[in-house]
């Protein structure tokens, strides 16, 4: 079944304490991005690759890091957490683009995120 | 920077009442424009997208939208909902740029509740 994972679902943390969110696709997307939806705010997106080795930066991107070293997984790294990243996060992946941009982004589950 | 407006927090309807949904966005260039769908408990889905061409969209489950350019909108309709349509929905944007091709970031709006009442 063509889908987007992400581990874990749930994770209640403590500030300061390293954690990595996993995602992983297996539609051979080349396109992969993080999202984070908290409350009137909608989602925002935190950091983007185009391909293996290729990421950049979305909207809000500190406090995260990403890394892209194969096609399929796309991890989100919280070096250092804080409160004001307890959120909701998805990770999405597209196929290849057309005009210029990735076509339909096929969202993950989500990860609710805890930070005490 | 560009940014997008979802005018409506949230909106109560009944079933078979029409629906329109606004998007406005500030950026003077080419975009491309989608609306995504989150119903309750689950993930983004999207709804329709509109990259060129025809500036009506049509999407699934009766879903359309008229891209205006002159008026930076791309509003959301449908013509008769149902109580299945409660949801939040978001309208995103992603500046094409001038060589072409576009920035990899998708701005999204803070998404407007949809509630239908049977």
């Known amino acids: 079944e063509a889908q987007v994972t992400q581990n874990p679902r749930y994770l209640i943390t403590v500030t300061g304490k390293k954690l990595t969110v996993t995602c992983s696709q297996n539609?051979?997307?080349?396109?992969m991005s993080w999202y984070r939806q908290d409350p009137g705010l909608g989602l925002r997106q935190i950091y983007y690759?185009?391909?293996?080795?290729?990421?950049d930066k979305g909207d809000v991107p500190e406090g995260y890091k990403v890394s892209r070293k194969e096609k399929r997984n796309f991890p989100l790294i919280l070096e250092s957490p804080s409160p004001n990243q307890t959120s909701l996060y998805f990770c999405?992946?597209?196929?290849?683009?057309?005009?210029?941009?990735?076509?339909?982004?096929?969202f993950g589950p989500g990860t609710r995120l805890l930070v005490l | 920077a560009q940014s997008v407006s979802q005018h409506n927090h949230h909106v109560i309807l009944s079933e078979a009442a029409s629906l329109e949904l606004g998007c406005n966005y500030s950026?003077?260039?080419?975009?491309?424009l989608f609306w995504y769908v989150q119903y309750p408990g689950q993930h983004l889905q999207l709804l329709l997208k509109?990259?060129?061409?025809?500036?009506l969209v049509k999407g699934i489950k009766g879903f359309e939208a008229e891209f205006i350019k002159s008026k930076f909108s791309f509003n959301l309709r449908k013509p008769s909902v149902q109580w299945s349509d409660t949801a939040e929905y978001f309208c995103?944007?992603?500046?094409?740029?001038?060589?072409?091709?576009?920035?990899?970031?998708?701005?999204f709006g803070k998404g407007t509740k949809l509630s239908v009442k049977p």
């Open positions: 509109y990259f060129s061409g025809d500036p």
């Open positions: 539609m051979n997307h080349e396109y």
């Open positions: 995103a944007v992603n500046a094409v740029m001038n060589y072409g091709g576009s920035q990899g970031n998708l701005i």
């Open positions: 690759s185009m391909n293996v080795e290729v990421t």
């Open positions: 999405a992946s597209s196929p290849r683009w057309v005009s210029g941009f990735p076509e339909t982004q096929y």
């Open positions: 950026y003077g260039g080419t975009v491309n």
